[in-house]
């Protein structure tokens, strides 16, 4: 069966897409040494080769492999290095972790992503079959998702060293300032929530439902680092009746006394950035905090955080995209929720317990990947992702 | 200021509840040797006497040493070792759980139960200030969930002892039988959630508000062993597809493959109860088990918990209370919620976060201490309270 | 055969002492309360009531049912709660700790004893075989041992009480008090060490054998309070050139300042006892002090400790008996050491690894259980035994 | 004042050491990839750039800064970085493991190896003073034990990776086969012990002294890995009266069932190598044991490990010098052991504690390193080291 004009030039802009998206992860990786691909200072943060490897291994094992006639995997060693949820098979037990995986070397890995690209290239021709080109379009999506994983692990691991190394000067991010402004108010009713229209979005934004919301206000800015070090000056981080129980052994247990990559030194709070050490600038909204330090300082300023249906509502009347906004918001389905089959099914579902939700965009999310449907999560006490909060009412 | 005649009745009320709870608590304990009262298994597991000290700690720190002047507290270092929130002080720095405390001993615990039981009794005279009376009826309340921690905390210590000692016989619990019967089904639309009316209620279940529900489907009993069993032998422990990421990390570190308490013997599933081991009845609702399983079992019977707002709606139409049910929300503040000034308001708000909703009520709970509005929680791996599940679509 | 008449007077010898023995046990226990039998705040430290069960099922496991015609176990689920190399068997897979056990009771334990004591008082009218009469006095030297460790695990719990209640009165111990005199000297040459003579000693202590010496001096008391308080003055747990690397790590990972026990009060250093809470007393040997702090000590002085070797050469010119006394010798086998069959051979042998030697007695040994060739044996970061140190140089 | 002629050649021949040394550290390194020298899978094992960095610190810091007056460090930041007792000094308080530490990078730790060899050729023109020249000779020395760290490293950074890849192609190392002789004996008697004579040794080997010793036997070669198997198939690893209590704890709660580097696969025993994966060569020494299986191999053959003074007494009648052979003497001081004054006297006092003594050498200890008298030293449980076993009786 032939393909139709207009599928022909869907899938000419999705080849042209998947271009730019595999372009721009190797430019986020241009400032590094070769040392900086390899290390894994904690569980969390990857090594920026195995992004490299992992989001090629997607395309490679979804794509290629079960389309792809003839083709020939890189190296049938790789499945079990960058699948991510790699699980030892046979007698060979050999415990690693990725952190302590010196090979496959950066540039064998480079090689891996020349070769893959090579043979997608090739797609065009293919008849579309088994969803191929919404796999792939899932694929491009994902590798933008790394993109972002790739600068918080970069900076994780260059803040984290002694040295304070500089990622890159040219980084010299145009945020906004936040502002102290009158908040915006919306009234009683219910609200439609989720994703809407023909554009592409996860699984987890799907099934528009109604909501019902009591009247709410919510600032028109994220909080800005002014505010917070107000906080912390104010005994913030020492006061148990800010904190829930879980946040206040967080605390106290790892010594926490102000946002991640934040540090006193001679009298005066600095904060590593991607250009290096630097003053904290009061005006830029405040970074790298917790679910618990965003809960505990909505309740030092007799506020609350906004619920992620909130914040969809107000998303057009407000200023966001340079931080995700911590809400109080637990990471559940949706009413309409349903898991694709197979192997993709995963993508979401599974990970829909013991999180909380962040809204908005960071200054590391990639063009085109933010929508005011957007749920991200974490988990209540990380914090190397680029999260702030906006307080409401 | 003279006490209202209908305040006097109240407060008549109030002191015969104090008697019965008060009473109640020693009754659970009758069964118990000594030494079963000492030890402490696990960290959420505390010894029996620890409950009879800390409900009477309540009372005498926030009725007692307030409202009654010249009051001797019973003794000074009771504070510390009876205190949920116990943080050494000074120089003196000693490390201990409370399962390594021998003293103080059973019979001076029972001692300070009288020595303050007897106090309690002269509040009549008392002008109500402070909220005396409302603390008190808190104080009761507190105690009877201390009642049904007790009993859980009683099972697991001697359950977990390779002597699989009975607690007693006469606890022959009139269990209701499941039934697979039709589902009860509801529209959509905005219903109302929350306490309503004058009676006590949790500051957490506040805050009566609309909520919109599409159309859904609830089963009129909880999930049953028999069904249980179906989903461990059709492999529902080892297959991953049906499980959150957390969870099978869970099942796989823990070596989990049955509900709590359930021992594989002889070829044939047996149960510790508080009557002793004996063989799984098929007939009654499965008990024990965490969040993971309660959604990996609904994950593979192609349905799903019902939200708490959902079951709070089905309520009056279907049968519960003999087991806590798991449901598909986090335990987040109401749309209202508030927190009371002081250390009481610490009661319920500092623990909204990480863990999930369960409704209805167990064997365990105490007469008049159940509400269908009554929000309980816990987190996702726990599984020593007495839960089941019940599915919803 | 007919035992012989000196036998039999061995025989009737080693009744009594059993008798003695496990009258003295029982009379260790007589302070207690039944809920200080229960616990183990420790890993080390075992519940009193399992040294009073696990000393019995020795004399059980060992004499009585290999040589006792019918009898019968006094319950069959003792073999693991009182093994002290318990493994579970069977699907039935339980883990505890001890002191989480909180069955058997403490009365069914004193039963239990009597059951075994009553049995064994039949055992005259029983011919020796199978070296009967040599594992009923391996028994008792295996109870004696226990003694101490039961006042060491007494010490230890009451000790780690909040409100460090008493022992017992009456164990005001007579200890010698402490003098700086000159050391005794010794000359070079090969001396004989290792057990002599017909009485008992244990495997670890035969095998006599020549051991070369340089000229050595060796102290003729132990160490003083006085002493060990300039250390502490000095600043000897904060410098670490006095410190093996492993024993700084461990000062610094546990924020060791001083022996256990010893607690700064208002500006004093107070000691718990047996005898409750007191003044550090300059003129008593310093306790419960680690390998690693005795090494410091001793670095600290300008001198060392003495090796095993010459401990034992010097024992009868020198003052010892109420503090074990840590040496610079590994615990290892004599070069003549052999270990007996089955499972009595595994009594010293397999212990010979990771742990340094200590020589003398303490306080808590029990008359007529010291001896000079006695090898007593900690990892170097225990201290919960009653140790002190000597120097030499 | 001069310099003397003789003093001149001495310090030439040291200076041609240097050079030598501190080529071969690198020629080691030839084979490795950038990302080799990076990553740190265990604790034990340090970064191969770190060994790069810590063997030139020690020359900057005990021989350039002290003694050439003007001298620039090459990078403040490297006394932290390089410096194996590192503590973060004031309030910047940054953890990490030296596996994390991306930067600085290879590159430029080559060019700081560079510039202090550059300054360290200038030392010929400078007096004698401070005892440059002994210290010099430690630094050579130091860097030539960590030559042998660096091979031990880097096999488990390569060997515990899952694409097994080979070192080097040329390291076919040329080692003795093992044959079954009869054992050679030696009578008993007083025998002098320690370094003699005028070349260099450590602290540790000096203080000759006498030592007596019975009648021993001694196998003139180590055991091999036909031995060893046969232990394997005999349930060696399964039969705890072989082992001590430490050491059955360790193969049980770490599995283990082979040496470290063994692997079954397809029916056969492997083991990697530094050129890759082979088969187990009966005839080759057995490697990579730790004391727990030397100790439990030679129980289950019915003898024992030599202690390291029958070592030595044998050395000249017995083959030795391709594995470390495990002792069984704990690592502790002769009797006349004194730490030379400040950190130079920390070189091996400090880790005299809960260490076994290896005699011998291995394949990758570095030529003219190695003595009859020197005194290597593990903890019981380490076995990445390249040490074997040989039997005495």
Redesign the interface.
Same mark, same amino acid.
Not at 33 to 41: A, H, K, S
Not at 99 to 106: A, H, I, K, Q, Y
Not at 243 to 248: L, N, P, R, S
């Given at each position: 069966m032939d393909t139709l004009p207009e599928q022909r030039d869907i899938q000419q802009h999705l080849l042209d897409s998947y271009r730019l998206v595999r372009k721009h992860t190797e430019s986020i990786c241009a400032p590094l040494? $070769?040392? #900086?691909?390899?290390?894994? &200072?904690i569980g969390d943060v990857s090594p920026p080769?195995w992004h490299l490897g992992h989001t090629t291994w997607f395309f490679e094992t979804f794509i290629l492999v079960p389309n792809m006639d003839g083709y020939r995997v890189f190296d049938p060693?790789f499945d079990?290095?960058f699948n991510s949820y790699y699980e $030892?098979v046979g %007698?060979?037990v050999?415990r690693? #972790?990725r /952190?302590?995986?010196?090979? &496959? $070397?950066?540039a064998e890995i480079f090689q891996y992503r020349k070769y893959v690209d090579a043979h997608i290239e090739q797609l065009g021709s293919l008849d579309s079959k088994n969803g191929l080109w919404d796999i792939l379009e899932l694929g491009i999506h994902h590798e933008q998702q790394h993109q972002e994983l790739l600068l918080m692990d970069i900076k994780y691991?260059?803040g +984290?060293?002694?040295?304070f &190394?500089m990622y890159s000067n040219e980084m010299v991010l145009d945020e906004l300032e936040v502002v102290r402004e009158v908040p915006v108010a919306f009234s009683e009713g219910?609200y439609w929530i989720g994703h809407k229209g023909k554009g592409f979005c996860f699984d987890n934004e799907k099934g528009r +439902?109604?909501?019902?919301? #009591?009247t709410f206000e919510i600032a028109q800015h994220p909080v800005g680092n002014g505010e917070y070090l107000e906080f912390i000056q104010d005994g913030g981080y020492t006061d148990f009746?800010f904190? +829930? %129980? %879980? /946040?206040?052994d967080w605390v106290n247990k790892n010594h926490i006394k102000a946002p991640l990559y934040w540090? *006193?030194?001679d009298g005066q709070w600095m904060e590593y950035g991607l250009q290096g050490i630097h003053e904290v600038d009061p005006k830029k909204a405040v970074c790298h905090i917790s679910?618990?330090e965003a809960?505990a300082f909505a309740a030092w300023s007799g506020k609350?955080l906004p619920t992620e249906t909130e914040w969809e509502v107000a998303s057009e009347q407000i200023k966001w995209g340079h931080r995700w906004e911590w809400t109080?918001?637990?990471y559940?389905?949706y &009413?309409?929720f349903k898991k694709a089959k197979g192997a993709i099914g995963?993508y979401n579902g599974? *990970?829909?317990? #013991?999180q909380m939700v962040l809204r908005g965009a960071s200054v590391a999310t990639p063009k085109g990947h933010s929508r005011k449907t957007y749920r991200n999560f974490f988990q209540?006490d990380r914090r190397w992702q680029f999260s702030g909060l906006r307080l409401a009412k």
């Open positions: 040494q $070769t040392e #900086d691909y390899v290390v894994q &200072p080769k060693h079990y290095v $030892t %007698a060979r050999i690693t #972790d /952190g302590n995986l010196s090979r &496959p $070397t950066v691991i260059l +984290h060293n002694p040295l &190394p219910a +439902h109604l909501v019902y919301l #009591d009746r904190w +829930h %129980a %879980a /946040g206040w540090h *006193f030194m679910y618990y809960a609350r109080e918001s637990a559940l389905p &009413p309409k995963e599974k *990970f829909m317990v #013991d209540t």
